[in-house]
């Protein structure tokens, strides 16, 4: 209980001056907390708006630095087999070829730079929108390092699961290194000198090696390189060394999967294709292509067990979009939703990412219902593909 | 010699780790408030026992969140850890240091730093207010973060301005000068918004980032497995509702004062008291 010590008012008007100055005092409180409540949100906005586009790869010129070592000319792709943790071979070259792919020697036991470069580089891809790529990790020490323990290891990280683990013997695994042109590794002697200390290091390279889709490495991200990085640099390596396929669309085996078409599916005399959007975490544009070899028919409803809100919006170049009830279908002809003549607008109740598929079931008034499943693209594939397929659809009613 | 808690590359470990600048400053701060009760005033010694356990409570608590295990694995190791730093310093050991402070301690200790006035002007809930959220912004921030956690003078200049910044939020609440403390339910008003509300924001953007904010963290070796933004986003969520234990009882005492403050008969005032009513 406080006391106040000021002196007793000494008349009514003055007795009500301390409660309007509590009064002022609050209204005041209120406004400067709100006041720094707007700035601590402006500034923190900004702040997040710098880092995204340092990140973003998106061109201006601090973006233009890479995350990695940028490495000119770039180093081949390596060519070497090992054994996976399921104990079948594994050629490097044979199973990335022509992928966007992420090699690092190192080993289980490392106490620092393993650890924190394998979660760094799982957040980066675990992130929506990133391109995938493969993340191959080979063993240093094949001796601790048994294909439980390295796929147990392998598996703590975050979308650890897809990650390759490769072991072979140590002359095997130093002929991999000299293959991939970086540092052999070498098992370290302990504070006490004793080799056969079973808690011993091993010294190893500890970049992880980036080969793009044109089978060269061109940058190498050595420790200390955060996801941001990653995030910022996967598209853009896309961009300047992809074959013109975003390898997030790419068959995870064997290296001459074709650029995917998106999803399509037939019923009746119509058939749907080329059906694909962007990852989102909420919102995204579907297109899609719906050939009627039939009569005229009309597009009469789209839903999904994997969405709320769906809207069939179609419009003119340069008129604007607008919501329509139904799409027109004419019989012998093609109607696209494509960009600048309509999409269809799904609102998500899950986030997708790029390799994902997004069931969409659409109803035609006389040809009855058909599901297929579209194909989510990074945001950079999906603008590849538009300008690729070009203005060349309309779209009904 | 690490004399301060600060960011390293060594793999972390259960294997206890000195700081002597720790322990020089608990110390000092300890020894310096004990002696000080050699030149207490007369007669108050009754009063200023339970300020006493106050204070060694609160000393206690800041100590044991700077000092390993707590202190070196916030300055290097975990968001989380970091976090819940903060929290203990704002939310346990500065009420408990302030409400440890005897009066005629904090009269002294301002006389004789000529900085009276200043704390007054600075203790106006406005401002104090302000001054805490500023600090706990710009301390939060990832470049001062990831600058100052990774060396000894950064990091202890950050768990300085995190103590003074939070004795000041709570001195217009429980502090020992009653000229400085607004009615109840302004205080009440003042700490649920100063405290409760503004962290919110920042603990939002720590959960709701799709990314590591900070490179100190995100790049310091791991422990048991916890991915850096999992622990993050842990340490938006302990941002956000770790207050919440004290701030809520601290704002329900605030309010039931204010109760009892009203249900007290008026003090007659000496006019009424020379010329009873009929």
Redesign the interface.
């Known amino acids: ?6 002196p ?1 008012p000494s008349s009514p008007t003055e007795a009500a001056g ?1 409660e309007r100055n ?1 009064r002022i ?2 209204v ?3 406004v ?2 709100g006041g ?2 707007l700035l ?2 402006t ?2 906005a900004l ?2 708006d710098d ?1 995204s586009t340092s990140t973003s790869g998106l061109g201006d010129d601090a973006a233009d630095a890479w995350g990695g070592a940028l490495m000119s000319p770039g180093k081949d792709r390596p060519d070497f087999t090992l054994t996976d943790t399921a104990g079948r071979p594994y050629s490097f070259a044979d199973e990335t070829r022509g992928e966007l792919t992420l090699l690092f020697f190192g080993y289980t036991n490392c ?2 730079i393993c ?2 470069q394998m ?2 580089l799982a ?2 891809l675990d ?2 929108g990133v391109p995938r790529a493969n993340a191959v990790f080979v063993t240093t020490d094949p001796e601790r390092d048994t294909p439980e323990r390295l796929r147990h290891w392998l598996d ?3 979308g650890g699961e897809a990650f390759v683990g490769l072991r072979g013997t140590l002359d095997e695994v130093a002929a991999a290194e000299q293959a991939a042109d970086v540092a052999v590794s070498t098992r370290l002697p302990t504070d006490d000198g004793d080799a056969a200390d079973a808690d011993y290091e091993v010294g190893h390279a500890a970049e992880i090696m980036a080969y793009t889709p044109d089978d060269k490495a061109h940058l190498a991200y050595p420790s ?1 390189v ?3 990085d990653w ?1 910022g640099d996967l598209p853009r390596m896309m961009d300047r060394w992809g074959s013109g396929t975003d390898s997030a669309t790419a068959a995870p085996e064997g290296g001459d999967a074709p650029a995917v078409e998106g999803g399509s599916a037939a019923v009746g005399d119509i058939t749907v294709s080329d059906a694909f959007a962007a990852a989102s975490d909420d919102l995204t544009a579907v297109y899609v292509t719906i050939d009627n070899a039939g009569d005229d028919d009309t597009l009469v409803g789209v839903s999904s067990p994997a969405a709320g809100d769906i809207t069939l919006m179609s419009g003119e170049d340069g008129a604007g979009m607008a919501e329509v009830d139904d799409v027109d279908v004419p019989g012998g002809g093609t109607t696209a939703f494509a960009a600048g003549a309509g999409h269809i607008m799904v609102t998500l109740d899950d986030p997708v990412e790029a390799g994902d598929t997004l069931p969409l079931e659409l109803e035609f008034d006389k040809a009855g219902s058909v599901t297929v499943d579209v194909q989510i693209l990074s945001w950079n594939a999906m603008v590849d593909r538009i300008e690729s397929d070009g203005s060349n659809g309309s779209s009904g009613s | 010699m690490t004399w301060w808690c600060a960011a390293s590359k060594e793999p972390w470990s259960w294997a206890f780790r000195a700081y002597p600048g720790i322990w020089l400053f608990m110390g000092v701060l300890l020894a310096g408030y004990l002696l000080a009760f050699r030149r207490a005033p007369a007669g108050s010694a009754d009063a200023d026992r339970r300020k006493r356990w106050a204070f060694v409570g609160g000393w206690l608590v800041l100590w044991l969140s700077t000092d390993w295990p707590l202190g070196t694995l916030g300055a290097g190791y975990l968001a989380t850890a970091h976090m819940a730093q903060y929290v203990l310093y704002t939310m346990a050991a500065a009420p408990l240091l302030m409400v440890g402070i005897p009066e005629w301690m904090m009269r002294r200790t301002l006389s004789r730093l000529r900085a009276y006035r200043t704390v007054r002007l600075l203790a106006k809930p406005l401002i104090a207010g302000m001054v805490f959220n500023l600090v706990l912004l710009i301390t939060h921030a990832p470049i001062t973060v990831d600058n100052l956690r990774t060396n000894e003078a950064g990091s202890f200049l950050l768990d300085v301005v995190w103590l003074l910044s939070a004795l000041l939020l709570w001195l217009p609440v429980c502090g020992p000068l009653d000229e400085v403390k607004p009615s109840y339910p302004v205080r009440g008003v003042y700490l649920f918004l100063a405290a409760g509300l503004v962290p919110m924001v920042p603990g939002g953007f720590l959960t709701f980032s799709d990314t590591p904010l900070y490179a100190v963290y995100e790049l310091a070796p791991r422990i048991g497995g916890f991915d850096a933004l999992d622990d993050q986003q842990a340490a938006g969520a302990i941002m956000k509702i770790g207050n919440l234990p004290l701030l809520w009882p601290v704002l329900a005492a605030l309010f039931m004062r204010w109760g009892n403050e009203d249900k007290k008969p008026s003090v007659p005032t000496p006019s009424e008291t020379a010329n009873p009513p009929a």
Do not use: C, W, Y
Request: charged share 20%.
């Open positions: 209980m406080t006391t106040k010590t000021e007793a301390p509590d005092h609050l005041a409180l209120l400067a907390i720094v409540v601590a949100i500034a923190i702040l997040n880092d106490p620092d650890p924190v979660a760094v957040d980066a992130t929506p703590q990280f975050e200390g955060r996801s941001e995030i």
